[in-house]
């Protein structure tokens, strides 16, 4: 049975929207009808969240963040583990859905399974919102007949990697703001504070040490020149980023950012974690290892590491 997102006025006037399952637009109408409420506009759940659309529109497509992923998995585990059929478990967790927007995405994915398609299946139409990793993680516990395990094991997964990312982030935040309000600082004395000073070494008529007429100069050319200098930089920025576009360009990007001494070994470090860790979920739900290889190339986001693991991946095929 298809879900259909709606927008209905009830007697006193009030819109409301939702989703709703049907055979049809029409029954749907009818189901709201019996609400009391007038139908104001029916359309298919699915139809607004296919994930295989490309170009600016995909900027629009359904996502569930990192959070929202790992609660999904936590839940829908738990209930198919509880003896819950797929179709009454993610109608469940669609009901609790906080977001709209997941709410309609959850009962979307559960519209496909209605109609007969697997679970992976089903959420390999909204790859923004479900990845590679774990639709593939999913078809081999529905393959193996063990999908309550493997969802476990995806919570697991899910979970430890959003704790990893808000700590990592809420390491970075006290550093940033301390870069932030330096350069305000530091930016705001040389506007403000050093003319005054160079006005009264002016006024004694000493001779001043090139560190401080070089600060003098510098001063001078930011207040001259701020502005320009400001818009230069995002400029300069904004062409880089375009640059990196390109995927020869990114690629040799990527290979600098390898070869810089210490920078080089910690994007080394954390991408080689990222794919053990990455592979290890993928063969310990029963993918096999060329497939899980390949699989886990993906989350690999250094270019020239993510040849190498596609290379392995060819070679383990032989």
């Given amino acids: 049975m298809p879900a259909f997102d709606y927008i209905g006025v009830d007697a006193r006037g009030k819109r409301h929207k939702g989703t709703l399952d049907g055979d049809s637009s029409r029954h749907v109408r009818q189901l709201l009808r ?4 007038v139908p104001l506009e029916i359309t ?3 139809d607004d969240h296919r994930g295989s659309g490309e170009g600016f529109s995909a900027l629009f497509k359904p996502r569930l963040g990192a959070q929202e992923l790992a609660l999904f998995t936590r839940q829908l585990a738990t209930l198919v583990q509880a003896g819950l059929t797929l179709d009454d478990a ?5 009901q609790q859905a906080e977001s709209p927007a997941s709410r309609r995405l959850l009962t979307a994915v559960r519209a496909k399974v209605i109609e007969g398609y697997g679970l992976a299946h089903s959420l390999a139409e909204f790859p923004q919102a479900f990845p590679q990793l774990y639709r593939a993680t999913v078809a081999a516990g529905e393959k193996a007949g063990h999908l309550d395990l493997v969802l476990n ?3 697991d997964y899910t979970e430890s990697r959003h704790d990893t990312q808000r700590k990592v982030q809420g390491a970075l935040i006290y550093p940033a703001i301390l870069v932030v309000l330096s350069l305000l600082i ?3 004395m040389l506007t403000y504070v050093v003319p005054d000073i160079v006005k009264v070494f002016d006024n004694q008529g000493q001779a001043l040490p090139a560190l401080t007429r070089g600060l003098m100069a510098l ?3 930011i207040r001259a020149h701020g502005g320009k200098l400001l818009l230069t930089l995002l400029l ?6 375009r640059a990196l576009r390109d995927p020869a360009r990114r690629r040799r990007w990527h290979a600098f950012l390898l070869r810089v001494p210490v920078l080089g070994k910690l994007i080394r470090d954390a991408q080689s974690a990222r794919l053990v860790s990455t592979l290890g979920i993928l063969t310990r739900s029963g993918v096999p290892l060329v497939e899980a290889l390949r699989i886990a190339a993906e ?3 250094n270019l020239p590491m993510q040849d190498a693991v596609m290379l392995a991946t060819e070679r383990g095929r032989k």
């Fill in 34 to 37: 019996d609400k009391g409420w």
């Fill in 44 to 46: 298919p759940a699915r």
């Fill in 90 to 94: 993610l109608r469940s967790v669609a």
């Fill in 153 to 155: 094991r995806l919570a």
């Fill in 186 to 188: 530091v930016t705001g």
């Fill in 219 to 221: 001063s001078d050319f």
């Fill in 236 to 241: 300069g920025l904004w062409l880089f980023l």
């Fill in 299 to 301: 989350v690999v986001d």
